[in-house]
């Protein structure tokens, strides 16, 4: 009888072993694939399902649209993140990733009976100035930044990552038919619109699509609302820190960028259906390469060397996205900022506002502004520069005078940019709602003067649940503001 016994408690331990629901082989428009399922906790019973790498269009060919993926023959394995788009390198000397890029990563969590159905579907899309980034974002020691799993699980939502060209490659323009430009944006329409016709087979509702993410994802997220491309596709969208109206995300003048890349690898710069050609023959690479943005010594503030950003063609992007919310009247829509956002840039700007030793003068404060309000001539400097120095006569210390330089750059490039885009959708919304929000955590980078708060992608760490990821170097009130930013988000995409 023991024998029996013990044969008996082997199989029920088994069957319960299998019963723990997970995917295995899922069947998609290209073919199947099949990811890894992860268990959580030692007794959970719960798990994610994780697919990584699953191509969403044909590998591209360098500047042009990219098209539909022809699809795969047996079970494609998804169990690896696959190569960045080709970019260039932090020291703009070479380059990595690849152009096969358009990939995308899934997270399903898993409950213990039954798979998962129709579950809310959050699409991030990374940041990076249009010029760098990846669907996995940064990693340190195989721990990517922005890995799905703390928030699907958090939230129980299904959450997707993915690839799009940047730099020049996604981005360069004649301003005209022969290189129209934006085809990082159309990579991300791409990916949304596969994720439509494919979520349901992972447990997703396609009628429940939220678009998120960060700084350039951010005005990414606003400028997919606003493209009649993505009519139907998209039910809410979340933009952090960055919209279709800031200075930084509209280029007005592609033909000028357009040349220099050409001008640098030997392509005709007076006939732009010759230059289109010669450029999308050219080494990717090398147009990779051709630019650089200055990160010292700038004459202009850092915003003017953006250069290789969306434009409006006409098409993808038909009007200056201020002409575009009607397209958004039934997207729900959070935008944000964080409270210092403007601190990066203004510590490229301004290098000394990080430095106690150095001091910032009015000279250096009205330079800074005439350089980003040069539309509007000497009375709009003149004005905007005694709108901020005002509080200098109670306070003209160095930290105050710090203080302001970054709240200036703050409103430029990210709050009032945000304001304005929450009035244009609050103005056309039918059914949609409208939110907005202010984050301030500090910032915990030991460099910065202790006045320093939330810098910009101080709130990626969060909304990624990094503070559980890595429990020994956050404290317990990092993992509220990290619990409490997870229920928002997923809250937001399940109900509106």
């Known amino acids: 009888m023991g024998r029996l016994e013990l044969a008996v408690l082997g199989l029920t331990c088994c069957l319960a072993v299998v019963s723990a629901a997970k995917l295995g082989a899922v069947y998609t428009e290209g073919g199947f694939v099949e990811g890894v399922n992860k268990k959580l906790g030692l007794f959970g019973g719960n798990s994610v399902d994780v697919f990584k790498g ?6 591209p060919k360098a500047l042009e649209n990219p098209q539909r993926h022809p699809g795969w023959q047996g079970t494609l394995k998804a169990k690896d993140f696959k190569k960045r788009c080709l970019q260039a390198t932090i020291t703009q000397d070479n380059t990595y990733g690849s152009e096969d890029c358009l990939y995308l990563n899934i997270w399903v969590p898993q409950g213990k009976k039954e798979v998962s159905r129709n579950l809310p579907v959050m699409i991030w899309i990374y940041g990076g100035a249009f010029l760098m980034g990846s669907g996995q974002g940064a990693n340190v020691l195989k721990n990517y930044l922005y890995d799905g799993e703390e ?6 939502v299904i959450v997707v990552t993915f690839n799009y060209r940047v730099g020049p490659l996604g981005f360069l323009s004649t301003g005209d038919a022969n290189l129209p430009g934006n085809y990082g944006l159309r990579d991300q329409h791409m990916a949304i619109a596969w994720v439509k016709r494919n979520i349901a087979a992972f447990g997703g509702d396609p009628d429940n699509i939220t678009i998120f993410g960060e700084s ?5 997220v606003s400028l997919q609302t606003l493209t009649p491309y993505n009519k139907g596709l998209v039910r809410r969208a979340i933009s952090q820190s960055g919209v279709a109206l800031t200075p930084w995300a509209i280029q007005k003048n592609p033909l000028f960028w357009a040349k ?6 030997g392509c005709p710069l007076e006939d732009t259906a010759r230059m289109a050609k010669c450029l999308k023959v050219t080494d990717p690479r090398a147009l990779t390469l051709a630019y650089k ?10 915003l003017h060397y953006l250069g290789f950003i969306p434009v409006v063609d006409g098409d993808f992007i038909p009007d200056d996205p201020i002409n575009l919310f009607a397209n958004a009247a039934d997207i729900d ?33 009205f330079k800074l502004v005439s350089g980003l309000t040069f539309a509007k001539g000497p009375r ?14 109670e306070d003209s210390s160095q930290e105050a005078k710090k203080k302001t330089v970054v709240d200036f750059e703050t409103d430029v490039l990210f709050l009032m940019p945000t304001k304005m885009a929450l009035a244009q959708h609050r103005a056309n919304a039918k059914s949609a709602r409208t939110y907005t929000y202010l984050f301030s955590e500090p910032s915990r980078i030991p460099l910065y003067p202790s006045w320093v708060g939330a810098d910009h992608t101080d709130d990626l760490q969060y909304v990624f649940g990094k503070p559980f990821d890595n429990p020994l170097i956050y404290r317990a009130q990092d993992r509220t503001v990290s619990r409490t930013m997870i229920a928002y988000w997923t809250n937001f995409a399940r109900t509106g």
């Open 54 to 59: 699953i191509p969403f269009a044909a590998p």
């Open 151 to 156: 928030i699907a699980t958090r939230g129980n």
């Open 216 to 220: 350039a994802g951010g005005a990414s």
């Open 260 to 265: 220099q890349i050409a001008k640098k690898v």
């Open 293 to 302: 943005m200055p990160l010292a010594g700038m004459e202009y503030p850092m």
């Open 333 to 365: 829509y959070i935008a944000g900022t964080n409270d210092m956002d403007g601190h990066i840039f203004a510590s490229i700007d301004m290098p000394a506002i990080n430095k106690d030793k150095q001091t910032v003068t009015g000279e250096d404060f």
């Open 380 to 393: 709009g400097a003149n004005a905007t520069f005694d709108l901020y120095t005002a509080s200098w006569a």
